[in-house]
Nanobody
Framework: QVQLVESGGGLVQAGGSLRLSCAAS????????MGWFRQAPGKEREFVAA????????YYADSAKGRFTISRDNAKNTVYLQMNSLKPEDTAVYYC?????????????????WGQGTQVTVSS
């Protein structure tokens, strides 16, 4: 079992930056692919970014490309999402998730564990 705890959310002005962290419990963290998703009010949860277990390959939603960077530190059991040039439309609850298999990491149904989420609010 993997438990995930997100942190780093908050209120930021448009154009600003935030770094989200997701701390995982358990010695098996390095074997999991990790992803970040977000959910805005009244909308479905959508894919933002994902990274393979070694960190060698990452994937991004079109909305995140060029602005967000996903990374991980397996020694610290932590995955990060650096978000730059934030826009009001980035406002959402951000969730990290862990997947045992590297398969269609853009699909939320392929993840096995989820955190509780952290709120990101971008003001205009």
């Amino acid at each position: 079992q993997v438990q995930l705890v997100e942190s780093g959310g908050g209120l930021v002005q448009a154009g600003g930056s935030l770094r989200l962290s997701c701390a995982a419990s358990g010695r098996t963290f390095p074997s999991y692919a990790m992803g970040w998703f977000r959910q805005a009010p009244g909308k479905e949860r959508e894919f933002v970014a994902a990274i393979t277990s070694s960190g060698a390959i990452s994937y991004y939603a079109d909305s995140a490309k060029g602005r967000f960077t996903i990374s991980r530190d397996n020694a610290k059991n932590t995955v990060y999402l650096q978000m730059n040039s934030l826009k009001p439309e980035d406002t959402a609850v951000y969730y990290c998730a862990a997947a045992r298999l590297v398969y269609e990491l853009t699909r939320r149904n392929n993840y096995d564990y989820w955190g509780q989420g952290t709120q990101v609010t971008v003001s205009s």
